[in-house]
């Protein structure tokens, strides 16, 4: 391993956001998403994960409270992505975004993963994803990665929810 790469092990461990109104947060990764909250510091701050991990979102208004999202043009978080464990699970979580009248930005099939784009309450982007198989993703004849975007078909991932 070249001494100036990262160990492969390393993963982002958690996402920390600055969020204007903490209770509408909270009801959006919670009751939409599903995440679970593990903990919270009064009115000001929230922790949530899936499986009972300390915490995969933090969520807080210690510098944001009633604040606005940054305007385009600026520089800042392009979006959070979340990785589900399998397409079935990605369905299921479209499902829930239809129920609560989420309005999807995008869905794409990038050969590597799957995709859904959405934007949290405050404008923050969201991409909710299942990556495939290594051993499925597309590859150029030198085996670099030949990721694309195409369409990605949101009746068969609904269908697929429901097996």
């Known amino acids: 391993m070249n001494p100036t790469t990262i160990d492969p092990r390393v993963r982002i461990g958690h996402v920390h956001l600055k969020v204007a109104d903490l209770g509408r947060s909270i009801r959006f990764y919670r009751d939409v998403l599903g995440f679970e909250v593990t903990q919270r510091y009064g009115d000001s701050a929230a922790f949530l994960s899936a499986g009972g991990y300390h915490h995969h979102l933090g969520l807080n208004t210690w510098e944001s409270l009633g604040g606005s999202p940054p305007p385009p043009g600026t520089t800042g978080l392009y979006h959070t992505a979340i990785l589900f464990p399998d397409r079935a699970e990605l369905g299921k979580a479209l499902r829930r975004l239809g129920e609560a009248g989420i309005r999807l930005d995008g869905a794409a099939d990038h050969g590597v993963s799957e995709a859904l784009y959405l934007r949290d309450p405050d404008q923050n982007g969201v991409e909710l994803y299942r990556d495939r ?14 990721m694309v975007t195409r369409p990605l078909d949101l009746k068969k991932l609904l269908a697929e929810a429901a097996i």
């Open 133 to 146: 198989p290594e051993s499925e993703w597309p590859r150029q004849p030198d085996g670099s990665l030949a």
